[in-house]
């Protein structure tokens, strides 16, 4: 056999043992998600007939089933995310799930659905809770980035009130310069919020900006609260 022929024969052996490689990678890909959209219908299903033991059971299943083929199951879940025919029902649960085991490569992908969430709000409310627990590093600079992106025109105040919410579990100096910002928001319930968070914290230069707001703030859940806050930080100034 020539040089040239055992050539091309090593190389036709490597490239169809690639191409069986990729249908079975392809093969296995298909059964995780027919087994995942199968448990998620299940799930689906048990809570719409409102038995929500059985519900809560087989949740807690799937994410066992996840955490056990977690190298397979987490791509695919993904997958499902990237694909604009899936079904939405799917895409949260997918979202959900991925949020819950904090699956740190996801986030990516899911931060996408907080700038185009295919008309649906909901997609947009499990991206802002999935990456909130997913916590990292990268998924709260999404959330950061995704509150400052409304500032110039200030709409969509339910959104900017459920991102100050899951941001007040990450306290760090970012997020509290955040906060401070948002004591001016137009929207009661982001004040709200970002008032309880610097008093859980005790931020002394929160001070000025609560007592500022407390002038002019019409909300009088908004005002209780920033009476409770400061007297936090002043007590924590008591204890040093």
């Not at 709260?140 to 969509?156: E, R």
């Not at 008093?199 to 929160?206: H, L, M, N, P, S």
């Amino acid at each position: 056999m020539s040089r040239i022929a055992g050539f091309c024969l090593v190389t036709t052996v490597f490239l169809f043992s690639m191409f069986l490689n990729s249908q079975v990678f392809a093969s296995t890909n298909e059964v995780i998600k027919k087994e995942l959209k199968k448990r998620m219908d299940s799930i689906s299903w048990a809570y719409e007939i409102k038995e929500y033991e059985r519900g809560h059971k087989e949740s807690k299943e799937l994410n066992n089933y996840i955490l056990k083929n977690w190298n397979k199951a987490v791509p695919v879940l993904i997958e499902i995310l990237n694909d604009e025919k899936e079904k939405f029902g799917y895409k949260m649960q997918a979202m959900g799930r991925l949020g819950k085991l904090k699956a740190k490569e996801s986030s990516d992908t899911i931060a996408k659905y907080l700038s185009d969430a295919e008309g649906n709000r909901g997609l947009v409310m499990y991206a802002i809770m999935s990456l909130s627990n997913i916590g990292n590093e990268k998924s709260v600079n999404y959330l950061i980035n995704y509150y400052k992106s409304f500032l110039k025109g200030l709409n969509k105040g339910y959104e900017r009130a459920i991102v100050i919410r899951e941001l007040s579990k990450y306290e760090n100096e970012e997020v509290i310069e955040l906060f401070i910002k948002a004591l001016s928001d137009i929207d009661s319930s982001v004040r709200l919020f970002a008032v309880k968070a610097l008093g859980e914290w005790k931020i002394k230069k929160a001070i000025i900006p609560l007592k500022r707001l407390i002038k002019t703030e019409y909300s009088p859940e908004v005002k209780d609260a920033i009476n409770k806050s400061l007297e936090k930080i002043y007590s924590d100034e008591k204890e040093k």
